[in-house]
């Protein structure tokens, strides 16, 4: 039988014991790691599932599963999109 293994990235303390108690009864193994280690940690080895706290910075999280995936991770504020699209002679209104 295999059993599933479940990943939570989670800097904060509370946030990680939170998750949980929401997977803690599942038939899992489950591993902890700070999100600053999950790159690291999913391609050391495989899983079934990640949950990850993206926090305040939801970017980190959204730019490494594109890495994972290989897809650029460009993002930009609204801001940035509007300079970049102006740089580039693209008008209209933001």
Same mark, same amino acid.
């Given at each position: 039988?295999?059993?599933?293994? *479940?990943?939570?990235? %989670? @800097?904060? *303390?509370?946030?990680?014991?939170? *998750?949980?108690?929401?997977?803690? %009864?599942?038939?899992?193994?489950?591993?902890?790691?700070?999100?600053? @280690? &999950?790159?690291?940690?999913?391609?050391?080895?495989?899983?079934?599932? *990640?949950?990850?706290?993206?926090? @305040? %910075?939801? @970017?980190?999280?959204?730019? &490494?599963?594109?890495?994972?995936?290989?897809?650029?991770?460009?993002?930009?504020?609204?801001?940035?999109?509007?300079?970049?699209? %102006?740089?580039?002679?693209?008008?209209?209104?933001?």
């Amino acid at each position: 039988m295999h059993v599933k293994r *479940v990943v939570i990235a %989670a @800097d904060d *303390v509370h946030t990680r014991a939170w *998750v949980e108690t929401g997977v803690g %009864a599942l038939d899992a193994a489950i591993f902890y790691c700070p999100v600053g @280690d &999950l790159e690291s940690r999913l391609l050391a080895e495989p899983c079934d599932l *990640v949950i990850a706290d993206a926090g @305040d %910075a939801p @970017d980190r999280i959204i730019a &490494l599963a594109e890495r994972l995936v290989g897809e650029p991770a460009t993002f930009m504020t609204p801001e940035q999109m509007c300079a970049f699209m %102006a740089e580039r002679g693209i008008e209209g209104r933001c």
